[in-house]
């Protein structure tokens, strides 16, 4: 592994998770109450024995920035590190136009670092990976380059670019987001769709984008331009199928669990998948563990015992992190962040509260997402009412979750 360098692509705007982008790039959203998203690849990486490690920032990445370099500090004398590397407009006075043209304008990198293989990878996904069977089978079938796919239903392919494969799992064809999917040989309601992570031999990459940066017009991203590409030129790209993916103490019903987090939709859901009472992502597992960056705060604490009035400090199939004190009210379905406090009489049901969410007496939440210091006054009721919601400064999205943005004050 000594040899490989990962470059994770973390500069994403994430304009689908408005407004919980709105001060923030989308891998630093908090997820599962204590973690942030892209706390899922670095610790897949690390759990692998990936220790060369750098993240491609750009867009609103202090956050991100300083949660990397706090949490993901490791044995530099051994030369291991995880580091985060902003957009510096080596290559002339523009930002990144794509994920090709992110690495190209921090090639020097990878001469720094002088490996035979380059790992690409996205860094706003939840999933556990053993990231180090992909590269072993990458190197055995001696490819230039390797994509992790995930099979999905022929009717959910519209959304994902997905890959034409032979028999040996050879790519034949790519093509986004297409109406008429090709299908895994054998499993004709299947397909193969791409997972946005990739393995390249250092001299493939470093010659894809050098040329890809020359191309006009070109929209300088992967699945768009370098895949086509390569498949045109008859380069050797496989798929490697993450269905078979093994991480150690791993449940069989986790196996080939995968989400694509790009909207407040689809990290409601992944996070509600979460309190379950078997989950499918078990973040319990002590042998592949979910790292992050530790507070210095008391455990959760739940008070008040009054059956007779309702005023019981509970939580249901939910999610405490550190530092919260839920006071008399009840908490059902939920995802508590640190510093949450929840006062008595109030209901928290189907739910995310960000760092510092204080919930008054009386108040009532359902489906919603508050983001960090959001003041909900006692008697407020939130999730109900949606045109009541807009007009407090909620958005309100399609699927119907109420997202408040940071520090907002939410009135009766």
């Given at each position: 592994?000594?040899?490989?360098?990962?470059?994770?692509?973390?500069?994403?705007?994430?304009?689908?998770?408005?407004?919980?982008?709105?001060?923030?790039?989308?891998?630093?959203?908090?997820?599962?109450?204590?973690?942030?998203?892209?706390?899922?690849?670095?610790?897949?990486?690390?759990?692998?024995?990936?220790?060369?490690?750098?993240?491609?920032?750009?867009?609103?990445?202090q956050s991100l920035s300083q949660h990397i370099s706090r949490a993901w500090r490791l044995a530099r004398p051994l030369d291991h590190f995880v580091e985060p590397v902003p957009a510096q407009q080596r290559t002339g006075l523009g930002w990144y136009r794509g994920s090709a043209d992110a690495i190209f304008q921090?090639?020097?990198?990878?001469?720094?670092?002088?490996?035979?293989?380059?790992?690409?990878?996205?860094?706003?996904?939840?999933?556990?990976?053993?990231?180090?069977?992909?590269?072993?089978?990458?190197?055995?079938?001696?490819?230039?380059?390797?994509?992790?796919?995930?099979?999905?239903?022929?009717?959910?392919?519209?959304?994902?670019?997905?890959?034409?494969?032979?028999?040996?799992?050879?790519?034949?064809?790519?093509?986004?987001?297409?109406?008429?999917?090709?299908?895994?040989?054998?499993?004709?309601?299947?397909?193969?769709?791409?997972?946005?992570?990739?393995?390249?031999?250092?001299?493939?990459?470093?010659?894809?984008?050098?040329?890809?940066?020359?191309?006009?017009?070109?929209?300088?991203?992967?699945?768009?331009?370098?895949?086509?590409?390569?498949?045109?030129?008859?380069?050797?790209?496989?798929?490697?199928?993450?269905?078979?993916?093994?991480?150690?103490?791993?449940?069989?019903?986790?196996?080939?669990?995968?989400?694509?987090?790009?909207?407040?939709?689809?990290?409601?859901?992944?996070?509600?998948?979460?309190?379950?009472?078997?989950?499918?992502?078990?973040?319990?597992?002590?042998?592949?563990?979910?790292?992050?960056?530790?507070?210095?705060?008391?455990?959760?604490?739940?008070?008040?015992?009054?059956?007779?009035?309702?005023?019981?400090?509970?939580?249901?199939?939910?999610?405490?992190?550190?530092?919260?004190?839920?006071?008399?009210?009840?908490?059902?379905?939920?995802?508590?962040?640190?510093?949450?406090?929840?006062?008595?009489?109030?209901?928290?049901?189907?739910?995310?509260?960000?760092?510092?969410?204080?919930?008054?007496?009386?108040?009532?939440?359902?489906?919603?997402?508050?983001?960090?210091?959001?003041?909900?006054?006692?008697?407020?009721?939130v999730g109900f009412d949606h045109d009541h919601d807009r007009a407090r400064g909620l958005t309100v999205t399609e699927e119907g979750i109420a997202v408040a943005p940071k520090g907002l004050r939410i009135q009766p």
């Amino acid at each position: 592994m000594n040899r490989t360098l990962m470059m994770v692509l973390a500069g994403g705007r994430g304009t689908r998770m408005m407004p919980l982008t709105q001060d923030r790039t989308k891998p630093a959203v908090p997820f599962a109450g204590r973690y942030r998203l892209i706390d899922f690849v670095l610790s897949n990486l690390v759990n692998s024995g990936f220790y060369r490690v750098v993240v491609l920032t750009q867009y609103k990445s202090q956050s991100l920035s300083q949660h990397i370099s706090r949490a993901w500090r490791l044995a530099r004398p051994l030369d291991h590190f995880v580091e985060p590397v902003p957009a510096q407009q080596r290559t002339g006075l523009g930002w990144y136009r794509g994920s090709a043209d992110a690495i190209f304008q921090n090639l020097n990198l990878i001469d720094d670092a002088d490996p035979t293989d380059v790992g690409v990878f996205g860094a706003d996904h939840v999933y556990k990976m053993d990231v180090s069977q992909m590269l072993r089978l990458h190197r055995k079938r001696g490819a230039e380059l390797t994509i992790a796919a995930i099979p999905v239903p022929v009717a959910e392919a519209h959304q994902f670019g997905i890959m034409e494969v032979d028999a040996n799992w050879r790519v034949r064809g790519f093509v986004e987001k297409p109406t008429h999917p090709p299908t895994i040989p054998g499993r004709p309601d299947w397909c193969l769709a791409s997972m946005g992570n990739y393995f390249f031999t250092r001299m493939a990459l470093e010659h894809q984008v050098r040329t890809d940066a020359l191309r006009e017009p070109s929209d300088h991203d992967f699945g768009r331009d370098i895949i086509p590409t390569m498949l045109s030129e008859g380069r050797a790209i496989f798929a490697y199928d993450f269905s078979q993916n093994h991480v150690p103490g791993q449940q069989e019903r986790e196996r080939g669990y995968w989400r694509d987090v790009g909207s407040v939709g689809s990290y409601f859901e992944a996070s509600m998948d979460l309190v379950s009472v078997l989950p499918v992502l078990d973040l319990y597992n002590r042998q592949w563990p979910i790292r992050t960056d530790y507070h210095q705060l008391a455990p959760a604490k739940f008070v008040h015992d009054d059956l007779a009035s309702n005023r019981v400090g509970s939580a249901v199939e939910s999610l405490v992190s550190e530092g919260t004190i839920v006071s008399g009210g009840m908490v059902y379905r939920s995802i508590l962040s640190p510093l949450v406090r929840v006062r008595s009489y109030s209901r928290v049901e189907s739910s995310i509260l960000f760092e510092g969410v204080e919930v008054g007496r009386n108040a009532q939440l359902f489906r919603t997402i508050l983001d960090k210091n959001v003041v909900v006054e006692p008697g407020a009721r939130v999730g109900f009412d949606h045109d009541h919601d807009r007009a407090r400064g909620l958005t309100v999205t399609e699927e119907g979750i109420a997202v408040a943005p940071k520090g907002l004050r939410i009135q009766p």
